[in-house]
């Protein structure tokens, strides 16, 4: 069983930053594909981006290409999710995931946090 909590969401001016953290309980945390999600109102949950277990490889939708960034630190259990040069549209529940593999597809994503708004303010 793995649980995962996410924090550090809030309100941001566009071209603001934010950075989002997610802490993980479990024993499988290090060997668990980490993902990133958001979900806007009446949309579906998209992709934002994922790290493999030992962070050497990263994948990131290309609306945010270039302006987030996600790590993790296996000893720590946490993965983050640096976002800078944020957009109105960049406002949404933010979930982070844990699953088996380096995937964009949530459904293949096994556990998941409870979220964390970001808003971002034209």
């Known amino acids: 069983q793995v649980q995962l909590v996410e924090s550090g969401g809030g309100l941001v001016q566009a071209g603001g930053s934010l950075r989002l953290s997610c802490a993980a309980s479990?024993?499988?945390?290090?060997?668990?594909?980490m993902g990133w999600f958001r979900q806007a109102p009446g949309k579906e949950r998209d992709f934002v981006a994922a790290?493999?277990?030992?962070?050497?490889?990263?994948v990131y939708a290309a609306s945010v290409k270039g302006r987030f960034t996600i790590s993790r630190d296996n000893a720590k259990k946490t993965v983050s999710l640096q976002m800078n040069s944020l957009k109105p549209e960049d406002t949404a529940v933010y979930y982070c995931?844990?699953?088996?593999?380096?995937?964009?597809?949530?459904?293949?994503?096994?556990?998941w946090g409870q979220g964390t708004q970001v808003t971002v303010s034209s």
């Open positions: 995931a844990a699953g088996g593999l380096l995937t964009e597809v949530p459904g293949l994503y096994h556990y």
């Open positions: 479990g024993r499988t945390f290090s060997s668990s594909a």
């Open positions: 790290i493999s277990g030992s962070g050497g490889i990263t």
